[in-house]
């Protein structure tokens, strides 16, 4: 029998695609993803961790038990003592200041896709909650893995950091115990319940598609 997860993967496995073919993406892997693109990325990134750090803490509020609990408030801890220091190192290099960083004015995209997970953790159930965030975990993995592939990747000047970042085994093992969680979480659930995780975890892995696209063209709102 397969599990939960395999089954979210096979449903998304064409977005899931389409994002690695991404030119922002490829850019990354190869070098050919302008500079500025990326201090684009990095700025909406920094803020929209910010709000991913919440849903961790509302995670670990909504945990059944206190070995998830903890987890939760470690991968908050981990997000903004830790992912968010690459985001500061970058912007320090950029010459942006920690106060401009964490005064970005937020795109539409990031708005709406945070706006989604955030919505989900406060209304939801934790197995959706989970099924909410764990395109952004398991999706910047799967990216990390193949882009270290890519030769000179790892060493490139602007991007190696942030490719060795998300290919880390440290990366890595978050993003496998939340996998875990998450078939842990759906066992016993109903079909009914079962099609909302799995909604939840299309809806963000479009977001996350769309999050590459923003950034690719620093998009902001129209009008
Ligand atoms: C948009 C986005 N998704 C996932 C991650 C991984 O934490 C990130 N930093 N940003």
């Known amino acids: 029998m397969s599990t939960f997860t395999e089954r979210l993967w096979k449903h998304v496995a064409p977005i899931w695609e389409k994002t690695h073919q991404h030119p922002f ?3 990354l892997g190869d070098g050919t993803l302008p500079v500025e693109s990326f201090a684009f990325y ?3 990134d920094y803020v929209y961790l910010i709000d991913y750090a ?3 803490a509302i995670a670990s509020t909504k945990a059944h038990d ?3 609990s903890a987890k939760f408030a ?5 997000t903004l003592n830790g992912e968010m220091a690459l985001h500061r190192q970058y912007a320090e290099r950029f010459g942006i200041s920690r106060e401009e960083l964490e005064a970005t004015e937020p795109s539409f995209v990031m708005i709406a896709y945070t706006s989604y997970m955030l919505k989900v953790a406060h209304q939801g159930s934790l197995a959706e909650l989970v099924s909410a ?3 952004c975990m398991w999706g910047y993995w799967e990216i990390g893995k193949k882009l270290a592939k890519v030769e000179g990747a790892m060493n490139h000047e602007w991007y190696g950091e942030w490719v060795r970042t998300y290919s880390s085994e440290e990366f890595g093992e978050l993003a496998a115990w939340l996998i875990g969680l998450m078939d842990q979480l759906a066992e016993g659930k109903s079909e009914q319940e079962l099609a909302r995780l799995e909604e939840h975890f299309l809806t963000t892995s479009k977001m996350e598609y769309l999050f590459w696209d923003m950034a690719y063209r620093k998009e902001m709102w129209p009008c």
């Open 25 to 27: 993406v490829t850019g």
């Open 42 to 44: 990095m700025k909406q």
């Open 54 to 56: 919440k849903i961790f």
């Open 66 to 68: 206190l070995e998830t």
């Open 74 to 78: 470690g991968l908050q801890e981990a």
């Open 133 to 135: 965030v764990l395109p």
